[in-house]
């Protein structure tokens, strides 16, 4: 894998802000083993630099990440033994950070692409985005707390309606259940997602950081709900249903 593929830019660029941008466009951002270390990384050293004060998630036009690359995850699946995904770590980075995260959607926003946001603090997204969990349908089960996170936001049916019916949503419908805070054009994505990031950074980040504590109250049952998902999750990801669920998949 190029090492191109996570691009993260430092606040010597964007005062204040750190830029973790998706740069897989020929996949669609799938995100690959080798992807999810560089931005758990990324995360690590964003919240031990005093200079970084907000995080943002980009990505290419047109697609903000298809979700797993399902080869990487066959191949895990394939492994024996060993410890979770690399997946795994870079969820408890983005849930346990203590700065502001922000997301800029353009596009296709399927499976992780989707949770990624439930843990943004503001996410803009552009009028053709497309929200989407099929983790049922590759024969899995959701993660990043998001069978947590999901019914909060949305309440039960819109949330059973994306995480088991694999129902797909626009950025309208995405915004009005609050899973996103702003729909733009395409072309105005990256520039108000940065926008509020600057605003966000310019802020007294004290006041900032007991606030969103505040808002988000104690993270222990979201860390139990992701240790939770993750013993199904590789529990299923290793079962002959989501084998033949990949395998299909990768036929089409």
């Given at each position: 894998?190029?090492?191109?593929?996570?691009?993260?830019?430092?606040?010597e660029?964007?005062p204040?802000?750190?830029v973790?941008?998706?740069?897989?466009?020929e996949?669609?951002?799938?995100?690959?083993?080798?992807?999810?270390?560089?931005?758990?990384?990324?995360?690590?050293?964003?919240?031990?630099?005093?200079?970084?004060?907000?995080?943002?998630?980009?990505?290419?036009?047109?697609?903000?990440?298809?979700?797993?690359?399902?080869?990487?995850?066959?191949?895990?699946?394939?492994?024996?033994?060993?410890?979770?995904?690399?997946?795994?770590?870079?969820?408890?980075?983005?849930?346990?950070i203590?700065?502001?995260?922000?997301?800029?959607?353009?596009?296709l926003?399927?499976?992780?692409?989707?949770?990624?946001?439930?843990?943004?603090?503001?996410?803009?997204?552009?009028?053709?985005?497309?929200?989407?969990?099929?983790?049922?349908?590759?024969?899995?089960?959701?993660?990043?707390?998001?069978?947590?996170?999901?019914?909060?936001?949305?309440?039960?049916?819109?949330?059973?309606?994306?995480?088991?019916?694999?129902?797909?949503?626009s950025?309208?419908?995405?915004c009005?259940?609050?899973?996103?805070?702003?729909?733009v054009?395409?072309?105005?994505?990256?520039?108000?997602?940065?926008?509020?990031?600057y605003?966000?950074?310019?802020?007294?980040?004290?006041?900032?950081?007991?606030t969103?504590?505040?808002?988000?109250?104690?993270?222990?049952?979201l860390?139990?709900?992701?240790?939770?998902?993750?013993?199904?999750?590789?529990?299923?990801?290793?079962?002959?249903?989501?084998?033949?669920?990949?395998?299909?998949?990768?036929?089409?």
């Amino acid at each position: 894998m190029s090492d191109d593929h996570i691009l993260v830019e430092h606040p010597e660029t964007h005062p204040g802000v750190m830029v973790i941008r998706f740069n897989r466009p020929e996949k669609k951002n799938a995100i690959t083993t080798a992807m999810y270390v560089r931005m758990t990384q990324a995360l690590h050293e964003a919240a031990n630099h005093q200079a970084v004060r907000v995080v943002a998630f980009l990505g290419t036009e047109g697609c903000f990440s298809a979700g797993n690359d399902l080869g990487d995850f066959l191949n895990f699946a394939l492994k024996e033994g060993g410890g979770p995904p690399a997946a795994f770590e870079f969820l408890q980075a983005l849930a346990t950070i203590e700065k502001p995260l922000v997301s800029g959607v353009d596009g296709l926003a399927i499976g992780i692409g989707t949770t990624l946001n439930l843990h943004c603090d503001m996410t803009v997204a552009s009028s053709r985005s497309l929200f989407r969990t099929p983790f049922v349908d590759l024969a899995l089960v959701p993660e990043a707390g998001s069978s947590l996170l999901m019914p909060r936001v949305m309440g039960h049916q819109r949330a059973f309606a994306m995480l088991v019916a694999g129902e797909s949503i626009s950025a309208e419908a995405a915004c009005a259940a609050g899973l996103i805070w702003k729909v733009v054009e395409p072309e105005a994505v990256e520039k108000e997602t940065l926008a509020l990031a600057y605003s966000l950074a310019k802020k007294p980040p004290h006041a900032l950081k007991i606030t969103r504590n505040l808002m988000k109250g104690n993270g222990d049952a979201l860390l139990a709900r992701m240790d939770e998902e993750l013993v199904h999750f590789t529990a299923q990801l290793r079962s002959a249903e989501a084998r033949a669920a990949f395998e299909a998949f990768m036929r089409r």
